[in-house]
C-alpha cells in the first residue's frame, strides 16, 4: 500500500511549536489554552498581530520553527516505521517553501521517520497537492488542513484529517492518535 502524510500539524506539533516561540520572542505569555481554541490555522491573532505582521513574523521565525525542537505528535514515528517495516510505501508531500526540502527531509530523518530520497515532495501549493497524490496513486492520504482535504476526491484514495481545533467541521474520518492507526487501517481493509 502507498501512504501519502502532510508534515506539518499532521506529523509534528509545527503551531504549537511555534506559539512557544512567539510567547518567548515577543516576550509574551499567551496561556496554550488559547492555542488549543483556535479556529483557524493561524496562531497570530491572539499575540496581538494583524495578518500581515502575522505573516511577517512567522516567515522571520520560520528557521526557528522548522529546525529546533518541534515535537512529532506520540505514536507518529513508531507508526510510520511500523508501516515501513511491513513493506508499506511512505510518502511525504508537504507545502513547506521548496528551498526548504532538503534541510527538511534531513530533519525529519534525524526525528526517525522513514524517508526514502525519492518519496519526498517539497514546495508545491496546498492547491497542488492534489496532482501529486493522484499521480501517485496513493492508497491512504493524511493531512491537517480543510484546503487540501477539500480538494481530494478518488475512489482509490482514502484520505484522513489529523484532528485539529480548525477542522472540527470536516466530516471525513479523523485521526486523533497515531497509536490508532493501525486499528484504523486494519478495519478497513
Ligand atoms: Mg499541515
Given at each position: ?13 509545527l503551531?504549537e511549536h ?6 518567548k ?8 489554552d ?9 496562531i ?11 505573516a ?5 521565525s520560520?528557521e526557528e520553527?522548522?529546525y529546533?525542537a ?26 513547506r517553501?521548496?528551498?526548504?526540502g ?18 519526498f ?21 493524511f493531512?491537517d ?16 484529517v ?24 486494519e478495519?478497513?481493509d
Amino acid at each position: 500500500m502507498k501512504f501519502g502524510f502532510d508534515i506539518d500539524d499532521t506529523l509534528i506539533k509545527l503551531r504549537e511549536h511555534a506559539f512557544h516561540i512567539y510567547n518567548k520572542n515577543l516576550k509574551q505569555n499567551v496561556p496554550i489554552d488559547v492555542f488549543h481554541e483556535l479556529t483557524r490555522v493561524e496562531i497570530h491573532e491572539p499575540f496581538g498581530l494583524d495578518a500581515q505582521q502575522g505573516a511577517d513574523m512567522w516567515n522571520r521565525s520560520l528557521e526557528e520553527i522548522y529546525y529546533t525542537a518541534c515535537p512529532p505528535y506520540p505514536g507518529a514515528v513508531e507508526a510510520l516505521v511500523e508501516l515501513a517495516n511491513k513493506g508499506h510505501e511512505i510518502y511525504y508531500i508537504t507545502a513547506r517553501p521548496r528551498e526548504h526540502g532538503e534541510r527538511t527531509k534531513k530533519w525529519m530523518i534525524e526525528q526517525g521517520f522513514p524517508v526514502q530520497e525519492d518519496r519526498f515532495f517539497c514546495g508545491m501549493k496546498d492547491q497542488e497537492k492534489v496532482e501529486i497524490i493522484q499521480s501517485l496513486q496513493l492508497d491512504y492520504y493524511f493531512d491537517d488542513k480543510p484546503d487540501v482535504l477539500n480538494t481530494l476526491s478518488s475512489e482509490q484514495l482514502k484520505a484522513f484529517v489529523m484532528n485539529q481545533s480548525y477542522n472540527q467541521h470536516l466530516t471525513i474520518p479523523r485521526i486523533v492518535d497515531w497509536s490508532e492507526l493501525p486499528k484504523i487501517i486494519e478495519n478497513i481493509d
